[in-house]
């Protein structure tokens, strides 16, 4: 056979910056294999060579020292019968408090209840699993009768219950997109879930041109970066030319500042994905979904509140801010992608601004944008812009191209700009408050 030299990470091979063909087919068939990283926090590299042809290998150990882990909320619970009765009482007994209040006092209650009934569940899958084997092994010797039948039903009708468990679990951590209608395949989303882990994990950043390891001071070089990014000095009066962009009708900026209503707060919710990663204050739309008989009118009013004042209080914005490489490998910190992990107060208020916005979007968006417009697509810009240079090209003509750099722009926008835009087009000043 001879010696096999493919690789799966760029770390792995000393002077190399990206994976060849070979290795992204070798990593591909790990996949297709399902084979599973009984250690996935460690990494393997080579020590000096000194003077052999061959160099030892060391295995070093990534594991990292995070802390308390975040409270997150799992779809499992919900296979539990008491559960939802759990929250109703704790929701009642909790009192008139104000939603994010009561939201995050339920916290102790909810770690309690799963640590008592959902702790550790593959122990308890093969609890089951050792009992079961007892039974076939006593009726293997001859030991026949209907309690015994009986016995071994409840044991298989009690670990496909933990089982079933165990598939919803991995399926929520993986995040698959294709997880909805599929099999169960807890192998499959574990493997997942835990390449997720090791290909997000970030041992070193390029920020500023500088090298930077520890996780402790990435993050702080990446908060400062990002705090430098987005600082905003003032600046003076923004304005543009009348007649760029076309106007919104007073209807129609009259019809976006009425006031929501519960039923529309109700379908926002039912509008957001159930499953995505939980919200900074650890819990998903579908934990909001499945309680609303409990928690939907307090949930309602605190949304219904926060248009009311046009402004969020501090504690409905808190906000995390996760950071995603763009590809696997990524290096500086211009390939990461900050995330943002709002609460689901924010998500949903997002949900009802964003779904007014469409009904007058089609009105307002030149026919020359391209991008983040339904039904057109980003490379038409490019495509245009090629077919341009071409034309030039052909007819021999003098011109002359501008090239403008506007990376990160998107987000970038003063705050102040989009008010005055705004204003221009002719959205009232109730809604530039809801937006700015």
């Avoid at 080579?46 to 070093?60: A, K, M, Q, T, W």
């Avoid at 039948?149 to 165990?166: F, G, H, P």
């Avoid at 402790?216 to 009348?242: C, G, M, P, W």
């Amino acid at each position: 056979m001879g010696d096999f030299n493919e690789i799966v990470y760029v770390e792995e091979r000393k002077g190399v910056t990206s994976l060849p063909a070979s290795a992204k087919e070798f990593r591909a068939w790990i996949n297709d294999m399902e084979l599973l990283d009984k250690y996935p926090d460690t990494i393997l590299r080579g020590g000096p060579r000194g003077l052999s042809d061959h160099c030892h290998l060391i295995v070093e150990d990534r594991r990292l020292v995070q802390g308390t882990k975040p409270f997150r909320s799992l779809d499992s619970w919900f296979t539990h019968e008491g559960f939802q009765r759990m929250v109703k009482e704790e929701w009642r007994r909790l009192g008139d408090v104000q939603f994010l209040d009561k939201l995050k006092a339920l916290l102790k209650s909810l770690n309690r209840w799963h640590k008592q009934y959902f702790r550790n569940i593959p122990e308890k899958i093969q609890k089951f699993e050792v009992e079961i084997k007892k039974v076939d092994d006593m009726v293997s010797n001859g030991v026949h009768d209907g309690t015994i039948e009986a016995r071994r039903k409840t044991l298989v009708r009690c670990c496909e219950i933990w089982y079933t468990r165990q598939d919803i679990h991995w399926k929520q951590m993986s995040r698959s997109r294709h997880a909805k209608e599929m099999d169960r395949n807890t192998r499959h989303f574990n493997n997942i879930a835990s390449a997720g882990r090791k290909n997000n994990r970030i041992d070193s950043l390029v920020i500023n041109g500088r090298l930077v390891r520890n996780h402790a001071r990435i993050k702080v070089a990446t908060r400062d970066f990002y705090r430098n990014l987005h600082h905003q000095e003032d600046s003076s009066n923004i304005n543009f030319r009348d007649g760029l962009v076309n106007w919104l009708e007073l209807e129609e900026a009259q019809a976006l500042e009425v006031l929501t209503s519960a039923e529309e707060v109700k379908d926002a919710v039912w509008e957001c994905e159930s499953s995505k990663a939980s919200s900074s204050d650890g819990y998903n739309t579908n934990f909001i979904k499945r309680c609303w008989e409990e928690i939907g009118v307090k949930f309602t009013k605190a949304v219904l509140s926060l248009f009311e004042m046009a402004r969020l209080p501090a504690e409905s914005n808190v906000t995390w801010v996760a950071l995603a490489s763009k590809f696997l490998g990524a290096k500086e910190i211009k390939d990461i992608r900050p995330i943002s992990i709002a609460r689901c107060v924010y998500k949903v208020i997002s949900k009802v601004l964003t779904k007014r916005m469409k009904s007058v979007i089609p009105g307002l968006v030149g026919e020359s944008q391209s991008a983040f417009v339904k039904g057109r697509r980003i490379h038409d810009g490019a495509l245009i812009a090629g077919e341009t240079v071409q034309w030039l090209k052909l007819k021999k003509k003098a011109s002359a191209i501008i090239k403008l750099d506007f990376q990160k722009a998107y987000d970038r926008v003063k705050s102040n700009f989009v008010d005055i835009v705004l204003e221009k087009i002719g959205f009232g000043r109730r809604w530039r408050a809801w937006i700015t």
